[in-house]
């Protein structure tokens, strides 16, 4: 069997060739003058000698084009010449490509670059550890009420740190919401770095509620409800809330007393923003009876306009308490 090519017309009237196997049939009838003469063999192709002989007829004609591209446009006229000029250097370009190599592609480097290191602390960063010992600007005291409970719906977050090297450890969030006949609650929740989130019911925002007795370190919270409305720097502030500790065999009254200071009005300034702050502070005293059982020195820092206390320092061990240094800072807040 001899594979033959069949000629069909295709549709817009063109030739197409298709191959197929075909059995062979009588010899086609060939006008003399294309019949190869007898011992001479047909041709099989064409010579190589002419086909590389025709590839430099072809580069030496486009290479003669170029040239004459250039000429032409050499003789125009300078009027429009930004045109002229665009076509010339197409020209030049053409020709610089049929003279030179091909390019030799380089390798790239096998090592890798080294990264460089930080030499400052991102801002992120920068919010990730607290300083003890800061001292603010003062500040103009605001107008008298400069201290009212907090409102329902509204809720706090802070960045608590740890001493000694006051690193940030997880964050305080509260939140407050109607609760006891109009009166107003606090829930709140510890989320430890790393660690998993607990929270509970804080208590009654009012002085002297029961709930404040197992509030501990998170209690001062309701500091503001202890408050009197106008905190003038020199005044004297006590209050006392119960204490769920110490020795319950001894069977007396155990309190933590606070005995504070207003120091002055100070501009703070924390992750939450600027605030004009009253500065009170003083000591924290664990109470038996009259034995002190512990004592704490402590400071914070009460902002009107976030309507609660936007930073506290704690130094001291207490038996309620398993951090002796610790400060918080406010980080957010939206009060109504």
Sequence with gaps: MAGTAERRPTRTGCAAYDFRMQSPGPKPNVPAALEPAPGVPAPSGLD??????????????LAGVALGVRALLEHQPQAGGSSAGGARQAADRLIEKLRAPAPVPVPAPKTKPQAQALTQPSPANAMNAADPKRSFAAAVAPAAPQVRLPPVGANWTYDVYFGPDWNKAGQLAYQTQPQEKDKVGASMAWMPRGGKTSSWVLGIVLPDHPTHANT??????????????ALVPGSRLLW????????????????RRYDMKVIAWERVSVAAGEFDA???????????????????RYSLWY??????????????????????????????????
Excluded: C, T
């Excluded at 002989?53 to 030496?60: D, E, P, R, T």
């Design 48 to 61: 190589p000698m002419a086909l590389g002989f025709l590839v430099i007829v072809a580069l030496l004609f």
């Design 216 to 229: 501990r370190f998170p209690g001062f919270f309701m500091h503001p409800a202890y408050f009197p409305q």
């Design 240 to 255: 006392e809330i119960p204490w769920q500790g110490g020795d319950a065999k001894m069977g007396v009254a155990r309190a």
């Design 278 to 296: 009253a500065h009170l502070a003083g000591a924290l005293r664990y109470m038996e009876g009259e034995n002190v059982k512990a004592e704490v």
């Design 303 to 336: 902002a009107p306009r976030a309507k609660q206390v936007v930073r506290v320092l704690w130094e001291g061990r207490a038996p309620d308490e398993g951090q002796s240094e610790i400060i918080v800072e406010l980080a957010s807040f939206r009060v109504p």
